[in-house]
């Protein structure tokens, strides 16, 4: 007798997983390929600006796409949450379990029980795997700048410093990568404007400054208020090039710092940092609450805006994220003041939510089965 009144139970949790699986998948696809779309046009465009090496790019992007990961994640799950029940909910399946006696927080354990796992990849990435990342980026930049310009440099093209000031051009030497010829200079400091030309440079590295040497060329001058003018013949020149390196490891913002590290250090920046990793984790457990409330829809109208709904919902909840980080960042409220006041509100709001849907749930069965008896 149990078996067979576990039998309808069990096809009802089966059934359901099968198709969350299958919609999270192919959200997941879907939302995996726009985005790594939309950061390959990005991280192209600083490629071509001369702020990361074009070498790095598949790599960069990887470390791009792994940060993202976790928000994609929990978008795709929620999105498959919604789809999936209000799917059921237009073809009356819902009605059809709900008249033979589920109710909708019955919902909630196989819904659960396939999204425990996304949850702990989230949970995982968004606390280890997001400062690895950033710090690997960090690094990969850092690295970039230290490399001699002339390997920046393509042969004939024109290079600007951070600030603006200095514009390089270089005809790198075919038979030595490191040395370079025909060096030109345009530095423009105050009113006075100056032309470097030389044959030959080189980029050496002293301590956190970046120096290019010149040989054999001469440097003419201009103070454009008054006019007056100088011209300097020089057999070695050195000229400081972009602005003092300060070391990538020394110098981490918090996103690239680990989790356990940020723990040590409670300053408002490590904690603000915290709130942001822990909330996408909380974030995407309540998320997938709210979107068995959210998911409800009326059978009888041809289209529905409850997934346009959702979807604002979830850039809502995650628009609070940012924003309980800076106030915590800016120490305008505590840690746990923000995490219990954002998540704690939210997972209070899905509760009331599915209570409130399973209320008209009744009431839609009870009418149901008392037109059932008369029309009976």
Not at 95 to 122: D, E, N, Y
Not at 163 to 189: C, K, M, P, Q, Y
Request: proline residues 3%; charged residues 15%; positive net charge.
């Amino acid at each position: 007798m149990a078996r067979s009144v576990n039998k309808p139970t069990m096809l009802f949790e089966s059934t359901l997983r099968r198709e969350l699986a299958r919609n999270f998948g192919a959200t997941l696809v879907v939302i995996l390929t726009i985005t790594i779309t939309i950061m390959l046009i990005r991280t192209l465009g600083q490629a071509a600006v001369g702020r990361i090496a074009p070498q790095d790019v598949v790599l960069l992007l990887g470390y791009i796409a792994l940060g993202q990961l976790p928000t994609m994640l929990a978008l795709s799950l929620f999105i498959a949450v919604v789809a999936t029940l209000s799917r059921m909910y237009r073809d009356s399946e819902m009605a059809i379990w709900f008249a033979s006696g589920l109710s909708l927080s019955r919902f909630v354990r196989p819904v659960l029980r396939l999204s425990w796992p996304v949850l702990l990849v989230i949970g995982l990435l968004a606390l280890f795997v997001w400062p690895w990342q950033n710090q690997r980026g960090v690094e990969l930049k850092s690295r970039f700048e230290r490399r001699s310009d002339l390997s920046r440099v393509a042969p004939g093209q024109f290079q600007t410093s951070n600030d603006g000031t200095r514009t390089f051009f270089i005809e790198r030497d075919a038979e030595n990568s490191v040395t370079g010829r025909n060096v030109f200079i345009l530095s423009t400091i105050g009113p006075t404007e100056s032309v470097t030309s030389a044959r030959s440079g080189n980029v050496e590295v002293v301590g956190d400054d970046r120096f290019l040497v010149l040989q054999r060329g001469q440097r003419n001058e201009q103070n454009m208020k008054t006019g007056e003018k100088t011209l300097a013949r020089f057999d070695t020149y050195r000229v400081q090039v972009g602005e003092r390196m300060l070391s990538a490891v020394d110098n981490l913002p918090p996103k690239a710092r680990a989790s356990i590290e940020l723990l040590r250090q409670p300053t408002p920046a490590s904690q603000g940092e915290l709130v942001w990793r822990l909330g996408l984790l909380l974030a995407a457990a309540n998320m997938v609450l709210l979107g068995i409330g959210l998911s409800a829809a009326n059978p009888r109208r041809a289209s529905n805006w409850n997934l346009m709904f959702a979807l604002m919902t979830f850039v809502v909840y995650y628009n609070v994220i940012n924003l309980t980080q800076a106030w915590v960042a800016g120490g305008k409220v505590g840690m746990g003041t923000a995490l219990i006041a954002a998540h704690g509100g939210a997972f209070v709001i899905a509760m009331l939510l599915l209570r409130w849907r399973e209320q008209g749930n009744q009431s839609f069965t009870g009418w149901f089965g008392l037109r059932s008896k008369v029309a009976g």
